[in-house]
């Protein structure tokens, strides 16, 4: 079974930092993209920044230059860096990936990790 698993969330104070990691598990399978999502109460889920296999990054506007993905294919993981936080960035943050499976492309999500910033 495939599954993607995120950690890394938690509570933080504006100004802060923390990192966020999702592992790809599970067998027969290849990664195309991989990304960070997030969704804050009452509003739809939003794009936080992607990355192509071969490491071609893109963020959202509200985070570049505090933001860095990066993965590493070796380990199936992608990881997000986040610094200097602001309250605004509080969120649920969900990993995402494109799996091949049996041939077949589809997107993938964590199951969700709690981003907190105080201000």
């Known amino acids: 079974q495939v599954r993607l698993v995120e950690s890394g969330g938690g509570l933080v104070q504006a100004g802060g930092s923390l990192r966020l990691s999702c592992v790809a598990s599970?067998?027969?399978?290849?990664?195309?993209?991989m990304g960070w999502y997030r969704q804050s109460p009452g509003k739809q889920r939003d794009m936080v920044a992607t990355?192509?296999?071969?490491?071609?990054?893109n963020y959202a506007d509200s985070v570049k230059g505090r933001f860095t993905i990066s993965r590493d294919n070796t380990k199936n993981t992608v990881v997000l860096q986040m610094n200097s936080l602001k309250p605004e960035d509080t969120a649920v943050y969900y990993c995402?990936?494109?799996?091949?499976?049996?041939?077949?492309?589809?997107?993938?999500w964590g199951q969700g990790t709690q981003v907190t910033v105080s201000s």
């Open positions: 990355i192509t296999s071969r490491g071609i990054a």
């Open positions: 995402n990936a494109d799996l091949i499976v049996d041939r077949s492309l589809r997107p993938y």
């Open positions: 599970g067998s027969g399978f290849s990664i195309n993209a």
